[in-house]
Structure formats: C-alpha cells, structure tokens
C-alpha cells in the first residue's frame, strides 16, 4: 500500500528541492564514492601530509559503521556465474584471449553500495556488477561497474573531500544539507553526475540496469597499438527499469532468483572508443555518444548464490588485474581503487577468519 506524501514534501514524480535534495545528494555520494574511496593519494602514497588507504577507510567506516567480515563499500550483494560469449568483433584491437571468438567463465557480483550488508535494497539507486573473467591460458579480467555514467569527481583527495562532506551528524544521523550543498558547489566537476542523482531512483531490478566501467582502459593490438576505451554492459531485458519496492528490504536478490528460474540473465558487452582529445584520466566527463561502439558480445548469467557462502565471496574486484591485450589507464582513481580494494580485502578476511588482530564477523 503507498503512502501519503508527507505536507512540505515533493511527490514521487518531482524533483527534490532545498533540504531533500542535499539528503538525495549525500546519501547517494556517500554510496558511490566507495569504489575508490580508500585512496592513497596517487604519487604521495603513505607519505606525510597526503591521504593514506587506511585513514580513508576510517573515515568510511564513521559514517557508515564497521561490519566485520564485509566488504567496506557494496557490502550488499549476491553472486552470481556464468560466462562471456564473445564474438570475435575486438580480436582485431586487443590480443586478450577473452576477445576471442568463444566462451570465457566468470564469476560474478551483482551489489548495492554502501557499507551495511543488511541495508534496505532501496537505500540508493546505485547499482554495482563486478566481474571476474578467467582465460584459458590462466591471465584474468576483473572490473566493477556501476550503473551511473559518469563518476561524482575526479581525483582522490575531492574523493575524501566528498566524505567528509556527507558524514551524518551524531545527532541527527543526517549529513549537514550546507555542508554537502557547499561540497557539491566548489566542485563544479559534479555537475554531470548531480544531473543523473536529480532523477535517479532506486530500481527494482539488477538485470534491467546498465552499467558502465567509469574509467578508462587501453585495448592493445598485436602491433602494440593502443586503444582508449570505456566499456558497458547494456542489458538485453526490455523495458524502462521500475522503481523497487520501499517496504521489502530484500527484493534484489529475490528478483534475480526469480528472474533465473525462467533463463540466464544477458547484457551486451559494448565497447566505446575514444577519438584524439577525449579525456582518458577523467571519469567525470562522458566521451559523446557518437563516438564509435563495438559490441563484442554477450554476457550470461546462469545462476546464484547467497554471498556468504558463494564463489565471489572472497574475490578481490581489483579493476587493474588486467590481461595482456588490456593496459590500465592513466586516471588517477584506479591504482586508488586498486589500493582501497587491497585494503578491504586484508580487513574482512582477517574478520572472517578470525585471524589474530582482527574482530570475527558476526552474523544477525
């Protein structure tokens, strides 16, 4: 049953105004800064007077609490598997064997963001599809994407600033709306990612979303050439995405189960290559849309497992475990994502475990 929309409050299809949409805006940033935001400062790593991985990861786990045995951010999640049919079509730009023409493994992720594995799936409308492609000569893929376009900022320390702008109050359990009204204001680089978070809302589904790589990578062909990209995974399921429902906290999970049981889930695995003076080191700024494309094929998923229990359960993201055939860019956020990602891996096992030093994980 839907409820009335409280005095004073815009509807649900309005724009949020003043206060509400500071809130939107916060609660969404503190979501989707957590693929890189464990950063070390790229060049200054551990040195004084620069960010380091676990001061960053601190600062994450004040505002959104410490959940031992979890990932620090997107600790929601489920696993999934299946596999990359490729068509061949990029054999011609990288000499990475999972371009060509066949089948590759993978394990994957489907998660919300944010560092509470009980949250409410409608707790953010960010997506998150992580994947771990295993070739037959033994070199593997992995990337996380995420279903918004472009990323909020551009640089690690904006990444920390952005965090601390959005950290609740101990009383209100809110972030300040001036405090992230003034972030969000002296970083003008936000603008695209504040035009999606106007609009966004929280999907009732994994499989209808898009999700898109963020950053930038190099496909390198067998002269040595090498080609800007970014990549993106466009879903074959028809439709406009729904918005989830508000009063189940789990529908996610459920709705892929429910969806499996009738077929695999497929995305076009799409690729998108950059003309000269397109920015390869920025992941605020989306390449236009007629830059040329190449669908390289299909990705499927056949099935699922809680994440407790599953087989992505203790794999590490790590969006610069390349193949040869793939080179990493260079935007700043990745080698801090790869360093956040390191970190989170060495806590939560740790937790798991039980290992000295480390708090064990406790289940509800």
Not at 5 to 25: H, K, V, Y
Request: charged share 20%; proline share 11%; with cysteine.
């Amino acid at each position: 049953m839907a409820h009335p929309t409280p005095p004073g409050r815009p509807g649900p299809g309005s724009p949020p105004r003043g206060g509400a949409l500071a809130w939107r805006l916060a609660a969404i940033g503190v979501c989707v800064v957590g693929p890189a935001l464990a950063f070390a400062y790229v060049g200054g790593w551990l040195r004084p007077g620069h960010l380091s991985t676990s001061t960053i990861i601190g600062a994450l786990q004040t505002n959104g609490g410490v959940h031992p045995g979890y990932r620090r951010n997107h600790a929601k999640g489920v696993c999934v598997a299946g596999y990359f049919e490729s068509n061949g079509a990029l054999a011609a730009y990288s000499t990475a064997q999972v371009f060509a023409p066949g089948r590759t493994d993978l394990v994957g992720r489907l998660a919300i963001p944010g560092g509470n594995p009980y949250a409410p799936d409608s707790s953010a409308p960010v997506r998150s599809f992580a994947l771990r492609l295993t070739q037959p000569d033994g070199q593997q893929w992995r990337t996380g994407m995420n279903n918004i376009p472009v990323f909020p900022v551009a640089t690690p320390k904006a990444f920390y600033e952005q965090l601390v702008a959005t950290r609740p109050d101990p009383v209100t359990h809110k972030p300040d709306p001036a405090r992230v009204k003034a972030f969000f204001g002296s970083h003008p680089e936000t603008q695209a990612f504040l035009q999606w978070a106007k609009t966004a809302k929280p999907s009732a589904s994994f499989a209808t979303e898009t999700y898109y790589s963020l950053d930038a990578f190099y496909l390198v062909d067998r002269s040595g050439e090498r080609h800007a990209v970014r990549w993106q995974t466009v879903p074959e399921t028809p439709g406009t995405p729904a918005a989830g429902d508000p009063n189940d906290t789990d529908y996610l999970s459920k709705d892929v189960s429910d969806r499996l049981a009738k077929g695999p889930l497929r995305w076009h695995l799409v690729f998108q290559f950059a003309d000269p003076g397109d920015p390869v080191d920025n992941a605020t700024i989306a390449w236009p849309s007629t830059r040329r494309t190449v669908d390289a094929g299909t990705i499927v998923i056949s099935s699922e497992q809680p994440q407790d229990g599953g087989p992505c359960r203790d794999i590490n993201y790590d969006p610069t475990v390349v193949p040869s055939g793939i080179a990493v860019s260079d935007d700043p956020l990745l080698a801090a994502r790869s360093a956040a990602y390191a970190k989170s891996y060495v806590l939560r096992t740790g937790e798991e475990t039980g290992a000295p030093g480390f708090e064990p994980r406790k289940n509800p």
